[in-house]
């Protein structure tokens, strides 16, 4: 048969029929026309006695003259005894051999170029949960170490580097609790890494972070604060006297506009019911209307919310039901009201889970070594027996609580449960044994609720 049959315009114009046409070039080169339209090249050769087809390609994408040489080429393989099918199966084998080296070397390259910052992600996605979803840990990181680290490769990062980014914070800023924390917080995101791929492979040399030791990154002369700070009685009724001398004073205000308002009533509330049923005050801010039963007198914290990740039911003695009650004229259920016992002003969900924390801090300013904050309070409004015992926060009426508890005879078994604390045992023991204590609880915070009473009864 001759070559070069086809033409470019016979290619361009060659029509579909309800079956598959074959329109022959010459040499064993046809253009396949199928019944969709869609046109392609064929070569058909024999090859030990036996008939194939090779395919080379669309006509859309491959030109008549381009396809002659290639089909040119395949006869002369032939010719020279190979057959084309093995030999595009070795070329295609191969192809796809240099791809999966390509994608390999790029996998490679971009698992060693990992920064800090995906490594905190991966870290913070997956392996560390706290109750305030992360978020602390997050403001804490971004503002401190990722921006100087953060996009530099795991595998490049020193512990002199790690070293010198806590430094600022303890000895520069002066903050060498929070260095220590930093510390902590930065040696368990590198131990869960160096477990894991792709950051394992990435830490050969070892955990940088081991490197870095708390007295170097703290102030010289530094020493752990082991907090005992637990209020009096005497402090007790002192500070329900400036709660109402805070209100009595803006009352009394002839401009209310620029008198100093006192602590939101909330915040007040909030630290009672701290005292009253000995809890977190973060697991208090994102406290549900849902799971507060006002008739039946009962809290329920679900495990989400709580540090030790189990869930908590809080028996409301009278005094905290009273204040729960105070709460729920403010922020309950409603026609205009929240879900939430501690709504957020401005954004959807409860207030922040230091909120509070920060409010009764703002308020003890001679204590703080720092500077007064913009659109805070700055005072001492809120120091106790001028000042003598110390600064004291919502973490101390909790310690306040127990200690009250522990002083009316409660078992400190049952303190524990009060508070919510991981108990002590074996998991086989925890695992077998189940009595929840209920009554125990509901007494010990009984005792409790009666003994605030009675002591801010007193003169």
């Known amino acids: 048969m001759a070559l070069h049959q086809l033409t470019d315009r016979a290619v361009k114009t060659a029509k579909p029929t309800d079956k598959e046409r074959l329109i022959a070039d010459g040499g064993g080169l046809f253009l396949r026309v199928l019944p969709t339209g869609f046109k392609s090249w064929l070569l058909v050769y024999s090859f030990d006695g036996k008939r194939s087809k090779l395919a080379l390609g669309s006509a859309t994408d491959v030109s008549l003259a381009v396809v002659r040489d290639t089909a040119a080429q395949e006869r002369a393989r032939i010719a020279a005894g190979a057959d084309p099918r093995v030999a595009l199966m070795e070329r295609e084998a191969e192809q796809t051999a240099q791809r999966e080296a390509l994608i390999a070397a790029e996998t490679l390259r971009k698992r060693e170029a990992a920064t800090l910052q995906d490594m905190f992600d991966a870290w913070i996605s997956n392996g560390v949960q706290r109750a305030d979803d992360n978020a602390e840990l997050r403001r804490t990181f971004e503002k401190d170490i990722l ?19 806590l430094r600022k914070v303890g000895r520069l800023r002066k903050r060498g609790r929070t260095a220590e924390r930093m510390l902590i917080e930065v040696r368990q ?3 869960w890494a160096i477990k894991r791929q792709p950051w394992k492979a990435l830490l050969t040399e070892g955990n940088p972070a081991e490197l870095v030791e708390t007295k170097q990154v703290v102030p010289t002369g530094y020493e752990p604060v082991i907090r005992e700070r637990i209020l009096q009685p005497a402090e007790i009724r002192e500070l329900r006297s400036i709660f109402a001398a805070m209100q009595e004073q803006y009352d009394a205000a002839d401009n209310r506009r620029s008198a100093d308002r006192p602590l939101q009533r909330e915040t007040q509330l909030a630290l009672w019911l701290c005292l009253g049923t000995a809890c977190r005050i973060g697991e208090l801010m994102m406290a549900r209307w849902e799971h507060v039963d006002l008739d039946a007198g009962t809290w329920f914290v679900p495990r989400e919310n709580t540090k030790t990740r189990v869930d908590w039911q809080v028996y409301l003695s009278d005094f905290a039901l009273r204040h729960f009650k105070a709460l729920h004229e403010i922020t309950g259920t409603g026609d205009d009201k929240g879900e939430w016992c501690f709504p957020a002003r401005h954004q959807k969900g409860h207030i922040n889970v230091k909120t509070v924390s920060k409010q009764v801090g703002d308020r003890q300013m001679r204590f703080k070594n720092r500077k007064p904050l913009k659109n805070r309070r700055n005072d001492d409004t809120l120091v106790l027996s001028n000042g003598g015992n110390g600064e004291w926060t919502p973490h101390d009426l909790r310690r306040t609580a127990a200690t009250m508890m522990q002083a009316l005879g409660v078992s400190l078994d049952v303190i524990d449960r009060c508070q919510n604390h991981v108990m002590p045992g074996s998991k086989v023991r925890r695992h077998y044994m189940h009595h929840d204590y209920a009554e125990e609880k509901r007494d010990a915070w009984g005792k409790l609720g009666e003994r605030i009473n009675a002591l801010l009864a007193e003169t």
């Open 189 to 191: 995101m590198y131990r």
């Open 147 to 165: 921006p100087k680290l953060g996009k530099q490769p795991v595998r490049s990062i020193t512990d002199t580097e790690l070293r010198d980014a």
